[in-house]
């Protein structure tokens, strides 16, 4: 056993690097987020506001339902108000509003009281009296407002309401107007044909007004921030120049401080402070009246889109949102970064169990998990500066569950990517031929079971068999339920003509599968063979196999040693050859990086176990699908070494399809679960039967299957069936603290498959990204297979189509994953075509979409190749000879006419 190549020249890094490296990224991410602490300038505001909207209602409590505010409630809020306002304006007077104004003045404020209209009429009705009669009562009630955008949310026409305003002015002490949007106040229409009726009812609607009561919220026209109060002031002109000598105040003004963006419009809690300050110091020097809209944030708000419930200067919980004087920024950036640095810290503390990591290694792994840290923070204060309602709530906690997963998933591909490009090279590989002696040739007992396997290629087999350079070796081969005499009969005449060293059984109706008849090979085994050999049928092993690997079993702890497959056919098509790729990749990275836990996947041929290693573990099972890997684990819970080799000492074929491959995959995804239903107690804590590494590789190497494949696969479905509830409810738009993990474990991976790939496989670039593309193909069958084992406990056992026999079939190979892909490719083109007001999550939700349709556009394409003539090399072949032969031919310099001494000598 020897160690990797290069590895003589990394340095293992002692503890005290390891830890000294983990408080320097901890310091690098220190200084990222002071780096990321932006400050503005901004005007400071230190007087009161003119006024400020307020709506009594605390987190749980809603309008239309509920609990009604208390006085106690409102007195509080009042009483924390009265130092920054003058004036509250409010938009009922029912419901427990009315409590407000005298309260109010109670604490010097006055009150601009609101009238709510709708359809209801009854509630209308009762709006207006009880408005009546509280300015008739409150001599601290300045004006009535009539209607809230009651135009614009269509529940009057513009008529309607006017003669609600005439009503109310003929009762009222105080002057009475209505809030409207600017657009209403000035007949604005994108219509020219509409516009001139517009500004005609614009201008009955300001006449019947004792004052304008006009709401300018550039947020909702996408206004970037640094236009915001500069087009406030251009509108507040506009108006003035409309209407001259009619007083007008600007009735709602604000900013949100969290939600989605509106076009170039972008909420925030420095957003919303910036822009509320210098409108305020803007209002002053222009004498403008205004209201500030609001006080506190309303979660109730969630028909007003993402941005609803976050327009107040306090948030729910009464709490200040900015300061009004000083340097503007976001008041939770060191909150954020505090968590982020010390859950960053603590998952760092698990690189200290790597005590052997290399300086590259330990700071790869402690980058990884500061950025896991700072996620995680952001999540949280996501979770903690959002309101939600139950449906919300759950689906944001319901979508971080299945993040988790992936995110172990990312790192554990991040800490591999550290451990082959930085770390020690490999040191339990077994890289070289073992030492033989003459007093160490135990007698090796090699099985070949079979199933309707084509003859002529069972012959090459055996022959390769037959050549091996090792004096004490029998063979068995096991015909299991084939009663078809073509199959059989050729292997039984072959066997007799390659001497008594081949022994032959045929057995119909063998129960247990490919287990059953390893177990019948075992019981024809003879008495004095100590070690046994598994290879598939179509596997032609080399003559050196056993003579280089079996003196490694002089060890009496070594149970079993793997050699890698591969395979002689890669140059079928170029679908093989990518097949062939993605073959090697398995086993020329993961398998070397778990053989350094001792905790290798065994899988069946090419294979040599000790004989008494089987016996301890009760024989080949039947009760998985994967027989080889479940005899491999029962080994290493059974405390046996387990050895690996990644030099190839045996070619087998590749499936013969694509659908071939896919039920292979199928198999073995299947099987991989069975064992986990079998084993799992054994990866528990406190189980001692494996070592940490061992559950580790193991738990990481099922997860990989559950998560990134199974909960992949379920992800991109529920996103498929949000998607019309966000394209035509408008509604729960995915934020970026779920989208953008599922793109960037995406891009992990991809760096995963390239780099390692690149640093341990020799296959060309093509190869390469043959390999990346057939790789991600199966991840909808690896899903199906996890959802069968999680409804069945057994399936059939399904013998793979190899040797070339098996043609295409006629149904298309992958068609599920095409309705998939085209599902999901739609909606993305979906997503982006409504999106009118240019969300970015919405951009990123599609993005995400995209990606998640990969594999399946993965599998499509493999499946469009294999029935086209481009798979074929001899194509290829063919093209490059014509584009040669179309190429100008090189001028060839004619040789000069020799001399009379030349020709003498020629001569």
């Not at 498959?753 to 390999?771: E, H, K, P």
Request: charged share 20%; proline share 5%.
């Amino acid at each position: 056993m020897g160690s990797g190549p290069g590895s003589a020249c990394v340095v293992v890094a002692p503890m005290r690097i390891v830890v000294a490296v983990v408080a320097l990224v901890t310091c690098m991410h220190a200084g990222l987020w002071s780096l990321l602490h932006q400050q503005y300038s901004s005007p400071d505001f230190n007087g009161q506001l003119a006024s400020v909207s307020y709506s009594p209602y605390a987190r749980s409590q809603h309008p239309d339902n509920g609990d009604r505010p208390t006085a106690e409630q409102i007195r509080a809020d009042l009483r924390l108000l009265s130092p920054y306002t003058r004036t509250i304006r409010t938009y009922s007077s029912t419901g427990g509003v009315e409590l407000v104004p005298g309260i109010a003045a109670e604490l010097g404020l006055k009150v601009t009281i609101g009238i709510w209209i709708d359809k209801n009429e009854a509630r209308n009705e009762r709006e207006i009296q009880s408005a009546i009669a509280l300015a008739r009562r409150h001599s601290n009630v300045n004006a009535i407002v009539v209607g809230n955008e009651t135009t614009l949310r269509a529940e009057k026409s513009v008529d309607e309401l006017i003669a609600i305003i005439h009503r109310v002015k003929r009762m009222s002490p105080v002057p009475v107007t209505t809030g409207e949007t600017w657009d209403v106040w000035l007949g604005e229409d994108r219509d020219p044909a509409k516009r001139e009726v517009k500004q005609a009812e614009a201008i009955r609607l300001t006449s019947a007004v004792d004052f304008i009561a006009v709401h300018v919220l550039p947020y909702w026209e996408g206004v970037p921030l640094n236009q915001v109060v500069d087009r406030t002031i251009l509108i507040y002109d506009s108006l003035r120049r409309a209407y001259p000598g009619k007083r007008i105040v600007v009735a709602e003004f604000g900013w949100p401080s969290a939600g989605y963006n509106m076009h170039r419009a972008m909420p925030g809690r420095a957003e919303q402070a910036l822009v509320i300050r210098d409108f305020l110091s803007r209002a002053e020097a222009y004498g403008i009246d205004y209201n500030i809209i609001e006080a506190f944030d309303q979660p109730w708000k969630t028909n007003e889109g993402g941005v609803g419930p976050y327009w107040g200067l306090f948030d729910a919980a009464r709490t200040a949102k900015f300061m009004w004087t000083g340097p503007v920024s976001d008041p939770d950036h060191w909150k954020v970064a505090g968590l982020a640095l010390l859950l960053g810290l603590l998952l760092s503390l698990t690189i200290l169990a790597k005590p052997n990591a290399t300086f590259g290694e330990a700071f790869t792994l402690a980058v990884a998990t500061n950025v896991v840290g700072a996620w995680s923070a952001v999540v949280f204060a996501f979770w903690n500066g959002h309101y939600f309602v139950p449906g919300a709530a759950f689906a944001l906690g319901f979508g971080i569950l299945l993040l988790i997963p992936l995110v172990l998933i990312a790192l554990a591909r991040i800490e591999e990517i550290a451990a082959i490009a930085f770390g020690r090279g490999p040191r339990r590989l077994i890289a070289a031929p073992g030492a033989a002696t003459d007093d160490y040739a135990p007698k090796v007992s090699i099985h070949v079971p079979a199933h309707k396997e084509p003859p002529d290629m069972l012959k090459l087999t055996l022959d390769a068999v037959a050549r091996l350079e090792y004096p004490n070796f029998e063979c068995v081969v096991v015909i299991n339920n084939t009663p078809d005499p073509a199959y059989w009969q050729p292997i039984e005449e072959h066997c007799r003509s390659l001497g008594e060293r081949f022994k032959f059984l045929n057995v119909d109706n063998l129960e247990g599968y490919k287990a059953g008849a390893l177990r019948l090979a075992l019981a024809n085994t003879a008495d004095d063979a100590e070690i046994i050999g598994v290879i598939d049928a179509d596997y032609v092993v080399r003559p050196d196999w056993l003579k280089d690997l079996v003196p490694y079993f002089a060890d009496q702890k070594v149970g079993m040693i793997q050699s890698p497959q591969d395979h002689r056919d890669g140059d079928r098509s170029i679908m093989h050859n990518a097949m062939n790729g993605e073959y090697a990749g398995f086993f020329d990275i993961g398998m070397v990086q778990r053989n350094e836990a001792n905790a290798i996947i065994v899988h069946g041929t090419m294979c040599l176990i000790r004989r008494a290693a089987i016996v301890g573990a009760g024989s080949w099972s039947s009760r998985t699908i994967v027989e080889d890997t479940d005899l491999g684990l029962s080994l290493l819970e059974q405390g046996w070494q387990v050895h690996y080799t990644n030099r190839r000492y045996g070619h087998g074929l590749l499936p013969d399809t694509f659908e071939a491959y896919k039920k292979q995959r199928h198999r073995w995804a299947y099987g991989g679960f069975q064992i986990l239903r079998n084993h799992w107690r054994h990866l528990l804590p406190s189980a001692c039967t494996l070592t940490r590494d061992q559950k580790r590789e193991y738990a990481f190497g099922w997860l990989n299957w559950l998560g990134a494949e199974s909960l992949g696969v379920a992800v991109a479905i529920l996103n498929l069936l949000w998607v019309p509830v966000i394209v035509f409810l408008d509604i729960a738009v995915p934020d970026k603290i779920l989208t953008i993990p599922i793109i960037a474990a995406f891009a992990i991976s991809l760096l995963h498959f390239v780099a390692l790939y690149r640093l341990r496989v020799s296959i060309t670039l093509a190869q390469m990204i043959g390999s990346v593309v057939t790789a991600m193909s199966v991840q909808w069958t690896v899903a199906r297979a996890i959802g069968y084992g999680i409804w069945k406990e057994s399936i059939p056992f399904t013998r793979t189509d190899k040797g070339g026999k098996t043609g295409r079939g006629s149904d298309f190979a992958a068609f599920w994953e095409a309705v998939l892909a085209a599902l999901l490719l739609a909606s993305a083109v979906l997503v982006v075509t409504t999106n009118y007001k240019q969300i970015t999550e919405l951009n990123i939700f599609a993005a995400v979409l995209v990606v998640q349709s990969l594999p399946f556009v993965a599998a499509v394409a493999i499946a469009a190749l294999e029935g086209s003539r481009f798979n074929e090399f001899a194509y290829w072949r063919r093209v490059e000879a014509k584009v040669v032969e179309t190429l100008p031919r090189p001028a060839v310099a004619e040789a000069p006419a020799p001399t009379d001494n030349r020709i003498e000598a020629a001569q």
